[in-house]
């Protein structure tokens, strides 16, 4: 594989506030990493983020039900968190859905860049990364998932996901796997494929 890209799901205020600071700063920290290894093989960095209307009227049906606004447009929850490094010109997919390609451009934002393999940060691992991977799978898109760079509020659900993906629906790999990786020869770079 030449040409991957990088999807970096949900890494946003309303989400990351929440988790103790140790792991929100490890999975920020490693992130970051993973986005100059991308930047610097000149590989594209695309942010996802959740964001609803503030009435709820697009949001998750047990959002609606439960009156629950996370976020929500033009708040602050709903922005990307401020440590990480978002450069202007990378492209940003908002989704109203766990899945990064349910209604939204992603297909044709992917068309145009033409990688040969997406590989997946972010949260929460059983939810969104799971969906989104599961849908790159589907359109026949080889799936890395980035190990030190995902994770989930809920460990025993990120284990099960873990496991039910790999070597199946992705590759899991070290952010050193992937920058062994990408330092090889295009014929040498497999991904763990």
Same mark, same amino acid.
């Given at each position: 594989?030449?040409?991957?890209?990088?999807?970096?799901?949900?890494?946003?205020?309303?989400? #990351?506030?929440?988790? @103790?600071?140790?792991?929100?700063?490890?999975?920020?920290?490693?992130?970051?990493?993973?986005?100059?290894?991308?930047?610097?093989?000149?590989? @594209?960095?695309?942010?996802?983020?959740?964001?609803?209307?503030?009435?709820?009227? /697009?949001?998750?049906?047990?959002?609606?039900?439960?009156?629950?606004?996370?976020?929500?447009?033009?708040?602050?929850?709903?922005?990307?968190?401020?440590? #990480?490094?978002?450069? @202007?010109?990378?492209?940003?997919?908002?989704?109203?859905?766990?899945?990064?390609?349910?209604?939204?451009?992603?297909?044709? #934002? #992917?068309?145009?860049?033409? @990688?040969?393999?997406?590989?997946?940060?972010?949260?929460?691992?059983?939810?969104?990364?799971?969906?989104?991977?599961?849908?790159?799978?589907?359109?026949?898109?080889?799936?890395?998932?980035?190990?030190?760079?995902?994770?989930?509020? /809920?460990?025993?659900?990120?284990?099960?996901?873990?496991?039910?993906?790999?070597?199946?629906?992705?590759?899991?790999?070290?952010?050193?796997?992937?920058?062994?990786?990408?330092?090889?020869?295009?014929?040498?770079?497999?991904?763990?494929?």
């Amino acid at each position: 594989m030449n040409h991957p890209a990088l999807l970096v799901i949900d890494l946003v205020n309303d989400f #990351l506030d929440s988790w @103790p600071a140790a792991a929100r700063e490890r999975l920020v920290r490693s992130t970051n990493e993973l986005i100059v290894l991308m930047r610097a093989a000149n590989y @594209p960095v695309i942010w996802v983020r959740q964001e609803f209307e503030a009435d709820l009227h /697009d949001a998750f049906v047990e959002m609606r039900a439960k009156e629950i606004r996370i976020t929500i447009r033009g708040t602050r929850g709903a922005q990307i968190a401020s440590e #990480l490094t978002v450069d @202007p010109s990378d492209a940003v997919v908002i989704k109203k859905r766990y899945s990064a390609f349910f209604g939204t451009d992603l297909n044709q #934002l #992917l068309a145009g860049l033409h @990688p040969d393999a997406l590989i997946l940060a972010g949260i929460n691992t059983h939810a969104c990364i799971r969906m989104t991977a599961i849908d790159a799978y589907q359109r026949d898109i080889p799936v890395i998932l980035a190990a030190d760079c995902i994770g989930s509020y /809920d460990r025993e659900h990120h284990e099960i996901s873990l496991r039910y993906m790999k070597d199946k629906i992705a590759a899991v790999m070290t952010n050193l796997q992937i920058a062994t990786a990408l330092s090889d020869g295009p014929s040498k770079r497999d991904f763990g494929r």
